[in-house]
């Protein structure tokens, strides 16, 4: 692999928002030609990215029956107040 597929890989694998050290085991694979080895890493990091957006849909969620359970508390006032 010539310097500029290199870079090209390690700035896609910052774009991806692997860490440093997934970066560093990715690369070691890639010198090895360890192509299910990067596969492997590369659906590790697709996982918890993942499981990232789930606890934060999660925490939306949460936020949003919040705010419903608000506003339907500011409605029920408004109408004893009427």
């Known amino acids: 692999m010539s310097m500029t597929e290199l870079e090209g ?3 896609c694998l910052a774009d991806f928002g ?3 050290r997934e970066k560093a085991e990715i690369l070691r694979c890639h010198a ?3 192509i299910p080895g990067m596969i492997r890493l590369l ?3 697709r996982q918890t990215l993942l499981d990232r957006i789930h606890k934060e ?3 939306i969620s949460c936020l949003d ?3 419903f359970q608000l506003e339907k ?3 029920t006032k408004l109408r004893k107040d009427d």
């Open 9 to 11: 890989l390690e700035e």
């Open 18 to 20: 692997c860490s440093n």
């Open 32 to 34: 090895r030609r360890d």
């Open 43 to 45: 659906r590790r990091h």
């Open 57 to 59: 849909e999660a925490q």
């Open 65 to 67: 029956y919040l705010v």
């Open 73 to 75: 508390e500011i409605e």
